[in-house]
């Protein structure tokens, strides 16, 4: 029942701005944090922040001042907005919902030039 869909990776030149997208649909998403992980090839999954169901954000120490996390409660959704992106920020990105046992199939983030 639960879904969870990830969009609006691509190519980006370093330097360059991505919006990602999670639409979430099959539990009350108002009750829940959400947060967004990224995986590199060959590494772990690493968080790169979480928001509230308060709206309060957190992110890693090497995410702050260029991911942005924020959530659309209207349409189920979750974004982040991602700026001056770095080559070592290439990865598949992952919405989640901490406490249920689902994860997207995730969107690749591929910044070169």
């Known amino acids: 029942q639960v879904h969870l869909v990830e969009s609006g990776g691509g190519l980006v030149q370093p330097g360059g701005s991505l919006r990602l997208s999670c639409a979430a649909s099959?539990?009350?998403?108002?009750?829940?944090?959400m947060t967004w992980y990224r995986q590199a090839p060959g590494k772990e999954r690493e968080l790169v922040a979480t928001?509230?169901?308060?709206?309060?954000?957190v992110y890693a120490d090497s995410m702050k001042g260029r991911f942005t996390i924020f959530r659309d409660n209207t349409v189920n959704t979750v974004y982040l907005q991602a700026n001056n992106l770095k080559a070592e920020d290439t990865a598949v990105y992952y919405c989640?919902?901490?406490?249920?046992?689902?994860w997207g199939r995730g969107t690749q983030v591929t910044v070169s030039s």
């Open positions: 989640h919902a901490p406490g249920l046992n689902n």
């Open positions: 099959g539990f009350t998403f108002t009750n829940y944090p």
């Open positions: 928001i509230l169901t308060t709206g309060r954000t």
